[in-house]
């Protein structure tokens, strides 16, 4: 910087000693008055044109390290679409203009947008390389945990960037010398206004969730998994997709929120312990897209496939499972249930959690997903929420199936098999799991699990061909669960140390487009009325216990449960259990006492009623749960390591 000081004076002095030829066009600050009209204008233009040029320049940079691991295809394919161009130069663009504007030096403007574009860039890419998750907005306000993750690993800078940095240098030294237009006060700061009005307008689109997600202009999801998030990241580049991340980084207060008043709500109650000879082990297993069909008299079920789940059933505590979703978003029904919360934001950060309280009691805390770790960023996620270890297709299951999802004959052994080998600890053992198996779609062509007709009694027509073949499939998926959930339990009615099983299902099935096949059945999809309302949002749910585990906790566990929403099972496993459990489930028990479903719809269920509008009291019981769980959320209780 000193040399760099050194030439520039030396140049100033140069240019007031001696007019010469330091008045040529590319040396003049601003144009000459004995410049005709055409060669001022084209003075201006020549400016604008070379400093948009490059600032273009910083763009396609950015983009070529947004492919990440994709590399020259994924560039490419950017391209295929001009809107997502468009999306991610526009603001580089108003940047670079806006610094101009205010500067008055091309040089200096140049240099700090690229400063602030390639090194959001580089981050992403060293995020996406080191952990599979890309640079969100959300991360820009997290400064100390960043520090504590780049901690962590060895960060070297690759070829291309130190090439792009060289770049962007020797681009500035230009713009120092040949590029020093500065125009008037006056219409500099006419025009960064007109820069900062403009970026209030486009800023809808870069909020847009339809644009972001569903519009073809901007659906480059040819290369990756639309079911990724990260990959979605990728597909649209860096600064659009970077942008689009604030509305999530967002987390608004519920309304009439006060933080003291919330604070006060939870010092209220403190973390009670497990009792040492109380602590059973928890294995928890979620179901995808899992629901009994045979609930529904319109379903004529020529074969019961329901037959082994309804023996469990009959075993254990069973209720109705009042979800968020229909057909989708499997995440929403398992960050509840391990949360407590039944509104959710991005766990960026460690966040209060019930695997934190079981890690905090002496359990190993573990789990699978026997997909890829990049599904619902559930590898850096998971950790977030207090997972020590959670085993998914590449770090586990690829074993089994070269590099394939694995399907419930292969998660329900190893689930038996993680929960022996930490017999070896001496520990308790706390267990979260999701299944694959039961994934949408399902072929409207193919029989996948069984011959033509197995399980539907379809004499009545009311199905068409494909109607019906995708309806055996997820019948068939459903059968083939419920044998290898049979085994399962089989395992554990012999284990000789004490055992509860938490089985439920995320949400409903998809069954064709527009839940064509819910139709068709005649099923009550009205949202308006109870029924509709439970067989669109309600899945089931079962709380099992071995004979050990019954003996330990004093505890039959038998019974129809109530209908709850995912934020409550847990609450129920634990008052089942005769555990008081940690601070914020002992608020949330009042509130399940007197509204055990508050939906996202913004409707509840009390007494096994639909309401719309809640009685004062219950309304303010209600308003408190908001209240404490965004404090939760937004103040980590740092646990114990034990």
Not at 173 to 194: E, M
Request: hydrophobic residues 40%; proline residues 4%; aromatic residues 16%.
């Amino acid at each position: 910087m000193k040399l760099f000081s050194l030439v520039s004076t030396a140049w100033q002095r140069g240019e007031d000693a001696s007019p010469g030829w330091k008045q040529w066009f590319v040396f003049q600050k601003k144009p000459l008055e004995s410049w005709s009209t055409w060669k001022k204008v084209l003075f201006w233009v020549y400016t604008g044109l070379l400093y948009g040029a490059a600032t273009f320049g910083v763009v396609v940079i950015s983009l070529a390290f947004a492919a990440s691991e994709y590399g020259g295809e994924m560039f490419e394919s950017y391209f295929e679409f001009p809107l997502l161009i468009f999306l991610n130069a526009l603001p580089v663009l108003l940047l670079g203009a806006l610094l101009y504007f205010l500067l008055g030096r091309a040089w200096l403007a140049f240099l700090l947008q690229s400063i602030v574009i390639l090194g959001g860039t580089f981050v992403n890419w060293f995020k996406l390389s080191l952990r599979n998750d890309p640079l969100l907005f959300a991360d820009v306000l997290l400064v100390r945990e960043a520090q504590n993750m780049a901690g962590q690993y060895e960060i070297i800078p690759t070829a291309g960037m130190w090439l792009s940095v060289a770049g962007v240098l020797a681009v500035t030294v230009l713009f120092f010398f040949f590029l020093r237009g500065k125009p008037h006060p006056l219409v500099r700061t006419g025009g960064a206004l007109a820069v900062l009005i403009l970026a209030f307008l486009v800023s809808g689109k870069y909020a847009d969730d339809n644009l972001y997600s569903y519009d073809a202009a901007t659906d480059n999801s040819e290369r990756i998994s639309p079911w990724s998030d990260t990959q979605v990241y990728i597909s649209r580049g860096f600064v659009y997709p970077f942008l689009h991340s604030i509305t999530d980084a967002i987390d608004r207060p519920p309304e009439g929120y006060d933080e003291d008043t919330a604070q006060a709500i939870m010092e209220g109650y403190e973390d009670a312990h497990i009792p040492e000879d109380k602590k059973v082990n928890v294995i928890s297993i979620m179901l995808e897209a899992y629901n009994d069909f045979s609930k529904f008299e319109e379903v004529n079920l020529a074969y019961d496939a329901y037959e082994e789940y309804h023996k469990l059933e009959e075993e254990g505590i069973s209720g109705n499972l009042v979800t968020n979703i229909f057909a989708g978003g499997t995440v929403d029904t398992e960050r509840c249930f391990l949360t407590g919360y039944s509104q959710l934001n991005n766990f960026r950060t460690n966040t209060n959690a019930y695997p934190w309280y079981f890690r905090d009691e002496g359990y190993t805390v573990e789990g699978s997903h026997p997909c890829f770790k990049w599904f619902y960023n559930r590898e850096n996620i998971n950790q977030s929420l207090g997972f020590e270890n959670y085993y998914f297709v590449e770090n586990y299951y690829e074993q089994f199936t070269g590099g394939e999802v694995a399907l419930d004959e292969v998660l329900f052994p190893e689930i038996i098999n993680f929960y022996e080998e930490n017999k070896e600890t001496g520990k308790p053992y706390f267990s979260f799991n999701v299944s694959y198996q039961g994934h949408g779609p399902y072929d409207s062509e193919q029989y996948w699990w069984s011959p033509k007709d197995i399980f539907i009694d379809n004499s009545d027509g009311k199905l068409t061909d494909s109607q019906q073949c995708i309806l055996e499939n997820y019948l068939g998926s459903i059968w083939n669960t419920n044998q290898n959930l049979a085994a399962f339990f089989d395992y554990f009615r012999e284990e000789e140390e004490p055992v509860v099983i938490v089985l439920f299902g995320d949400h409903n099935p998809w069954m064709g487009d527009d839940g064509e096949i819910y139709d068709a059945l005649g099923i009550n999809m009205d949202l308006s009325t109870k029924e509709g309302f439970l067989n669109y949002y309600s899945t089931r749910y079962l709380i099992w216990a071995n004979d050990a585990a019954k003996e330990v906790l004093d505890n039959d566990f038998s019974g129809e449960g109530p209908d709850i929403g995912p934020y409550f099972l847990m609450n129920l496993l634990f008052e089942e259990c005769g555990w008081e459990g940690p601070a914020f489930m002992q608020m949330t028990d009042e509130v399940m006492d007197s509204v055990q479903v508050v939906h996202s719809s913004g409707r509840y269920m009390k007494d096994g009623q639909v309401e719309e509008h809640l009685e004062l009291e219950d309304r303010d019981l209600v308003t408190d749960y908001r209240n404490a769980q965004y404090y939760w959320r937004k103040h980590f209780h740092k646990k114990e390591e034990n």
